[in-house]
């Protein structure tokens, strides 16, 4: 789903090009557009498609991340929410995936294909989690892992909060993020310093 282009004429463009499935065409030309108008929510929106037709998993997520912060509307926000759910899906990426239908649902309580889809997420995260039951016990010892795309998306948006001030806002947000993928785990040097510094600011 896309948004109507944008009064920006580099959004119309962007919007053909999509359509005729030109993607990258279309990141770049929506990336021109939000030069011109960056508080224009549905541009974010559409990179993040476009982005995703590419499989750049981490970039979209980011993409519809802004979009959220930027949109008004609950039921506009609960669209980023459920496409980030469909690309971790995607991915297998269960745990996380739940976390975001989940989001979807809350902002917009009557979308049942969101309401299938974390269903369908719990239920597989269920199964992951029994097979891989014997897996993380010695989890403690462990070198920290790879980061997963979506473990680096949740750190550049933590970043930008970071960069606004908002350490408490940024420390919850990896928190979050950590409950969902283990592999936020490589990222705790950076939560920790974070965490020092909400703990000063409340001080």
Same mark, same amino acid.
């Given at each position: 789903m896309l948004f109507t282009a944008s009064a920006a004429n580099d959004g119309r463009k962007a919007n053909e090009a999509y359509e005729n499935g030109n993607f990258e065409e279309a990141e770049e030309l929506y990336l021109a557009a939000i030069e011109q108008e960056p508080d224009n929510a549905k541009l974010?929106?559409?990179?993040?498609n476009a982005r995703a037709k590419q499989g750049k998993v981490e970039e979209a997520i980011d993409s519809f991340m802004?979009? +959220?912060?930027? !949109?008004?509307?609950?039921e506009e926000k609960a669209l980023a929410e459920y496409n980030i759910g469909t690309l971790l899906a995607e991915g297998k990426n269960w745990k996380p995936a739940a976390t975001h239908f989940k989001n979807a649902l809350k902002l917009n309580p009557s979308d049942m294909e969101a309401k299938h889809n974390f269903e369908r997420a719990l239920a597989e995260q269920e199964k992951q989690d029994e097979e891989g039951e014997g897996e993380d016990q010695n989890q403690e010892n462990q070198p920290p892992p790879e980061p997963?795309?979506? !473990?680096?998306?949740?750190? +550049?948006?933590?970043?930008?909060?970071v960069a606004e001030k908002k350490y408490e806002e940024a420390y919850n947000l990896m928190q979050q993020a950590l409950e969902d993928d283990d592999t936020v785990r490589a990222f %705790?040097?950076?939560?920790? +310093?974070?965490? %020092?510094?909400?703990d000063i600011n409340e001080n």
């Open positions: 974010y929106f559409n990179l993040g802004e979009f +959220r912060l930027l !949109a008004d509307d609950p997963s795309e979506y !473990a680096i998306a949740m750190k +550049r948006q933590a970043e930008k909060l %705790n040097d950076f939560i920790e +310093r974070i965490k %020092n510094v909400s």
